[in-house]
């Protein structure tokens, strides 16, 4: 088997250099323009600690990055044809359970229209036994019945094995197929406002483009410093 070997810096060399670094950021208080000026140097001599670091660290980095890429590299020989294999029944299972779904889905409909067509002709029957006795008032009402009636709900499972160890979730989401349509839905219910958040990548780039006079109602543009040191 290849071995890879890595060359790791000395942690004592390493924490040396950045202790007095540390505690000089620990002490110091910023009060005025000179102790401003001793904060500003103090984080250029951070970063540029922090390059050393890094370059102190650049092969032991690399090495390390090669051995786990060896790794998942010998990983995925003996994973990748399970993979594929996984893939190619999933795709006829998930074809199976399709298929399942939509019998018993027109099965429901089926079973639903029936019971409803009984119902029906059952109140129907009666308002007609109502009308008969001369209770009109009592047909009226059994017609209005049949009328609201609720189409009745009845479940039919579709035929797809159920296997221990496993288990599947339908995961939803939501897709906008008409964005005015949800525009006026918000400003109808303005507690639904986070349905539909600024897009920030484009006030964004109008930010960076008007700075300051940005002028756009409930948009403000707002600055912030980053540091540089150079080398």
């Not at 890879?4 to 000395?10: F, G, K, N, R």
């Not at 951070?46 to 060896?70: D, M, N, P, V, Y």
């Amino acid at each position: 088997m290849h071995e890879i070997t890595l060359s790791q810096p000395d942690p004592t060399t390493l924490r040396s250099e950045i202790a007095p670094i540390i505690l000089r950021a620990r002490d110091l208080v910023v009060v005025d323009v000179e102790t401003h000026r001793a904060a500003e140097e103090a984080i250029r001599d951070i970063r540029l600690g922090k390059r050393k670091i890094k370059e102190a660290c650049r092969e032991f980095r690399e090495q390390s990055h090669k051995a786990w890429k060896a790794a998942v590299a010998f990983e995925a020989r003996f994973i990748d044809p399970l993979d594929e294999a996984e893939r190619l029944i999933s795709g006829k299972a998930d074809t199976y359970e399709r298929d399942q779904r939509r019998i018993a889905e027109a099965e429901q409909h089926r079973l639903e229209a029936a019971a409803r067509a009984a119902e029906e002709a059952r109140l129907l029957d009666e308002a007609a036994a109502a009308e008969d006795a001369g209770d009109a008032i009592t047909a009226a009402a059994i017609m209005q019945e049949a009328d609201t009636m609720p189409l009745p709900v009845i479940h039919v499972a579709p035929a797809v094995a159920k296997v221990e160890g496993t288990s599947k979730q339908e995961r939803w989401h939501a897709e906008v197929h008409d964005k005015p349509a949800l525009d006026r839905y918000v400003a109808a219910h303005p507690e639904c406002s986070d349905y539909t958040l600024p897009n920030m990548p484009s006030l964004n780039a109008r930010a960076r483009s008007a700075k300051g006079m940005l002028n756009i109602p409930g948009v403000r543009a707002v600055a912030e410093t980053s540091r540089r040191v150079r080398s």
